[in-house]
T-cell receptor, first 116, second 111 residues
Framework: KAGVTQTPRYLIKTRGQQVTLSCSPI?????VSWYQQTPGQGLQFLFE???????NKGNFPGRFSGRQFSNSRSEMNVSTLELGDSALYLC???????????????FGAGSRLTVL | QKEVEQNSGPLSVPEGAIASLNCTYS??????FFWYRQYSGKSPELIMS????GDKEDGRFTAQLNKASQYVSLLIRDSQPSDSATYLC???????????FGRGTSLIVHP
């Protein structure tokens, strides 16, 4: 079955611009999480959506936002980009199943954002 | 503040040796534990999950969990150069859907 699809894979923006990233989860997965990965900070949790509702949120400023659609596809938006927002943004989906599959994340290939 | 600690490495082992990767966590309520492998330039992929104390084996990989000491480890037997990657430890508190990730340990297997 198809994996987690993220678009775009690479993008370059300048400071002050905004960006929207898209994520299509594995079919049947209703939970979508977003992570920021940088060499210095590792994997940092941004937010998680389940059935179109933001269920969990990490410690990122309000410039970072997201949403989930009825088909479970999710988008995240970063406004007023800063140099420090340059990172790999990873989306992961989960089926939130029974104990044997609980909380297992399947990651997409990521969207690499460079802010100049 | 939940914390998951890993030695950043790099851990260098010769081909055929056993690689031992360790992870400690701070939240005693943690219930689910995972090891993800991330090749350079790629995204993390799950290689092992463990939920109860003891060992869990899957091929060349063995995950070990000790909740009393709050550590989880990953052993890779007969290490191969293709195992060279960063290994991320992830821990879920019971009832939480959001895992906390360690910063990862870089493993280098040299021929």
């Amino acid at each position: 079955k198809a994996g987690v699809t993220q678009t775009p894979r690479y993008l370059i923006k300048t400071r002050g611009q905004q960006v929207t990233l898209s994520c299509s989860p594995i079919s049947g997965h209703r939970s979508v999480s977003w992570y920021q990965q940088t060499p210095g900070q590792g994997l940092q949790f941004l937010f998680e959506y389940f059935s179109e509702t933001q269920r969990n949120k990490g410690n990122f400023p309000g410039r970072f936002s997201g949403r989930q659609f009825s088909n479970s596809r999710s988008e995240m938006n970063v406004s007023t980009l800063e140099l420090g927002d340059s990172a790999l943004y990873l989306c992961a989906s989960s089926n939130q199943g029974g104990l044997s599959g609980a909380n297992v994340l399947t990651f997409g290939a990521g969207s690499r954002l460079t802010v100049l | 503040q939940k914390e998951v600690e890993q030695n950043s490495g790099p851990l260098s082992v010769p081909e055929g040796a056993i690689a031992s990767l360790n992870c400690t966590y701070s939240d005693r309520g943690s219930q689910s534990f995972f090891w993800y492998r991330q090749y350079s330039g790629k995204s993390p992929e799950l290689i092992m999950s463990i939920y109860s104390n003891g060992d869990k084996e899957d091929g060349r990989f063995t995950a070990q969990l000790n909740k009393a000491s709050q550590y989880v480890s990953l052993l890779i037997r007969d290490s191969q150069p293709s195992d060279s990657a960063t290994y991320l430890c992830a821990v879920n508190e019971g009832g939480s859907y959001i895992p906390t990730f360690g910063r990862g340990t870089s493993l280098i297997v040299h021929p």
